[in-house]
């Protein structure tokens, strides 16, 4: 069946880097977009970046130039690059395609 499990959430300090990934199983990988999806404490879903089979990427306004979306078709695994993260950023983040993850806390503090 489809599986999709993130990695590599954490804390991290404002300003600082987290990647996350997410490695998926039960479909053919490469033929599907696939998104990261947040949820900070207290608020509804937020789209935040999607990708293409092709590769073709695209970002929330609050997270372009910060994150980039990227994909290994070979490894089955999706990725976001996480740059000068913010308080705001604090989220649980989740991949979503054929169906979705159950997501890895991401919280951005001193």
């Known amino acids: 069946q489809v599986q999709l499990v993130e990695f590599g959430g954490g804390l991290v300090q404002p300003g600082g880097s987290l990647t996350l990934s997410c490695l998926a199983s039960?479909?053919?990988?490469?033929?599907?977009?696939l998104k990261w999806i947040r949820q900070a404490p207290g608020k509804g879903l937020e789209f935040v970046s999607r990708?293409?089979?092709?590769?073709?990427?695209d970002y929330a306004d609050s997270v372009k130039g910060r994150f980039t979306i990227s994909r290994d078709n070979a490894k089955q695994t999706l990725y976001l690059q996480m740059n000068n993260l913010r308080p705001e950023d604090t989220a649980v983040y989740y991949c979503?395609?054929?169906?979705w993850g159950r997501g890895t806390q991401v919280t951005v503090s001193t």
């Open positions: 990708i293409t089979g092709s590769g073709r990427a």
């Open positions: 039960g479909f053919t990988f490469g033929d599907y977009g």
């Open positions: 979503a395609s054929l169906d």
